[in-house]
């Protein structure tokens, strides 16, 4: 709608200004044409306008006025002056009496003979009469021919006046020149009336109101004889500083640019009328080829505009899709984020649980081992006391004897706690495992005797040698054998004991036939301090220990429950070698 106002607009504007453009270029041509035809007008008048004065100082002329006439010399005044018109160019040249009576002409021998005629009510005559340079222009009363007329005075001897020269020039051949004009040229005189013209219709037509004293004053003078004078339909209005007129005639109005000019000298206005429908015809094609512009613009622009709002919808879409995939991943960041903050929460919630528990054991376990030899040992030493008192050294020294057993066992429980703490110092090796199991089952021999269980053992032969320390390798043995004792307890059955090698790695097997591990502690049993067993019988560091052993040797220690029940403990030692001549140095 908007859009559709401001183009009317411009439209309007630029219809205004190129009908201004039109009218100010058709306005200059006729200002051209103008020029040249006021200039062809004055030309012609001015060629003819000395000739009256310079004939009336003619002695031939003023003896022809100062002497009465005879008709002989009348004869050859009319001869003399119409040669001297033919020679001059004019239309006609003759001599008035001062009763306004033509007393010769150049056309004497015409019908339309001016001798003989009174021009008293010319204004050239009279005029000239009075002294003056008269100047008319009419149509012929005789003739019916349209001219410009002087009156030069002819004066005697003393200065008066005795006869009037006149001199008639026609004006037919300049108009018929401007017929092939494109412009309509007009000519008015005082009272507005057009008396020469493109137009032949518009001859002697009134360009100003025909009021009663224009009228009275044209026919005194009869300018125009008995022609009937009318009005020509005209009505003025302007443009800018354009004068425009239309003219109806005929029943069909016309448009005209207007200029005009005055010939002061003449009397005359000049007016050149220039059809203005070719010049709003070119202003329309400019107005058309703009719009046409405007439109094409128009729609360029509208394309361009969709492009773009295409474009920066798709951006947006893109932006959008862009911003939502960024969104998800922030979310799922911050999702694992949180995940992962809870996980490590729990985690260290585990660790710290796992840590105080195992604590509590450990303080649990460390208490009762070291209450319990220190309250023994604070029992022999009140009664190793009370021996000395009475003399009894002997039992007295076997008080000490006992006090100093358990300070031997709270040693060893330091030791062992030591050991879980530091690792020990003993470089890695490489040796033949059979000696060492052999080593850790007579180690064992006083605790399996006890439990009642015999150990079977069953070494695959060349077994190759494996990388470890036999001391600490040993002590896991010894360890294991005395667990499955442990859960064997109360049960019959023999503890086995194997080896075999398994690509590059020896994995000795003990297998018991106690109740197995129960899944819910697998896991576990591997941890420091961790027992099921009654305080005071296990500090829950055997199989800490042991696996940390193993990790130490690069091997590995692991739990299993055989499908025929009982656990089995396997020792996975790193393989270096076949046995050489059976034993290896430790
Ligand atoms: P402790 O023997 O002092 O309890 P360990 O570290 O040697 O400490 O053993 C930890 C736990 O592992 C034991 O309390 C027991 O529950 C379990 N366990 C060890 N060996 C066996 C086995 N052969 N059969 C069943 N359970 C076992």
Not at 459 to 483: F, H, K, M, W
Request: a negative charge.
């Amino acid at each position: 709608m908007l859009l559709a106002a401001l183009c009317l607009l411009v439209t309007l504007a630029v219809d205004r200004l190129a009908t201004r453009a039109a009218l100010r270029e058709g306005q200059a041509r006729a200002e051209v044409t103008l020029r040249q035809t006021v200039n062809a007008l004055e030309g012609h008048i001015r060629r003819f306008e000395a000739l009256p004065a310079l004939l009336a100082r003619d002695d031939e002329v003023r003896d022809f006025f100062a002497v009465p006439q005879t008709a002989a010399g009348i004869d050859s005044m009319n001869l003399w002056l119409k040669a001297t018109n033919d020679l001059a160019g004019s239309s006609d040249l003759y001599l008035i009496a001062p009763d306004g009576v033509t007393l010769a002409a150049s056309n004497f021998d015409r019908p339309d003979s001016f001798v003989g005629e009174s021009f008293t009510y010319r204004p050239y005559f009279t005029d000239a009469l009075a002294g003056g340079t008269g100047r008319f222009f009419a149509l012929g009363t005789t003739s019916g021919v349209r001219g410009y007329y002087f009156g030069s005075p002819v004066r005697d001897g003393s200065g008066r006046v005795i006869g009037v020269v006149a001199l008639k020039i026609g004006v037919d051949d300049l108009e018929a020149a401007w017929r092939s004009a494109e412009y309509e040229i007009l000519v008015s005189d005082p009272e507005g009336i057009v008396f020469m013209a493109t137009d032949p219709t518009w001859r002697y037509r009134g360009l100003l109101p025909l009021t009663a004293e224009r009228v009275a004053r044209t026919e005194a003078s009869r300018r125009y004889a008995e022609i009937a004078l009318a009005e020509l339909a005209v009505q003025r209005a302007s443009e800018g500083r354009f004068a425009l007129l239309s003219l109806s005639s005929g029943g069909v109005a016309r448009d005209y640019l207007e200029v005009e000019r005055a010939m002061p000298e003449a009397g005359w206005t000049v007016h050149v009328w220039l059809d203005t429908a070719p010049l709003r015809g070119q202003a329309r094609l400019t107005v058309a080829a703009t719009v046409l512009l405007l439109g094409v613009a128009l729609s360029l622009g509208w394309a361009l505009w969709q492009r773009r709002a295409r474009l920066a919808e798709r951006i947006a879409l893109q932006a959008a899709a862009q911003a939502d995939l960024e969104r998800q991943v922030a979310e799922r960041t911050a999702d694992l984020t949180r995940a992962n903050e809870e996980l490590h929460r729990m985690q260290a919630d585990l660790v710290q649980a796992g840590k105080l528990a195992a604590l509590g054991r450990m303080s649990a376990a460390l208490s009762h081992e070291i209450n319990q030899p220190l309250a023994a040992a604070r029992n022999w030493a009140d009664s190793a006391a009370l021996l000395i008192e009475r003399g009894e050294v002997a039992r007295a020294r076997e008080n000490i004897g006992q006090i100093l057993s358990l300070i031997d066992r709270m040693a060893a429980i330091a030791r062992h706690l030591r050991n879980v703490a530091r690792k020990p110092e003993e470089p890695l090796k490489v040796f033949p495992l059979a000696p060492v199991v052999a080593d850790a089952l007579q180690v064992a021999e006083t605790r399996l005797k006890a439990s009642g269980h015999a150990v079977q053992v069953d070494l695959a032969p060349d077994l190759p040698l494996v990388r470890g320390g036999p001391v600490r390798l040993q002590q896991v043995i010894v360890n294991l054998l005395s667990n499955a004792a442990d859960a064997m307890e109360g049960r019959a059955g023999e503890i086995e004991l194997g080896a075999r090698a398994e690509g590059g790695e020896v994995v000795m097997t003990v297998r018991d036939h106690g109740p197995g591990v129960a899944a819910a502690i697998a896991d576990r049993i591997f941890d420091p301090f961790f027992t099921t067993k009654t305080v005071g019988s296990g500090l829950g560091l055997g199989l800490s220990i042991s696996y940390n052993i193993m990790k130490d040797f690069g091997g590995d220690l692991r739990v299993a429950n055989h499908p025929e029940g009982g656990a089995v403990f396997s020792v996975v030692l790193m393989a270096a070698g076949r046995a050489e001549g059976g034993m290896a140095a430790e």
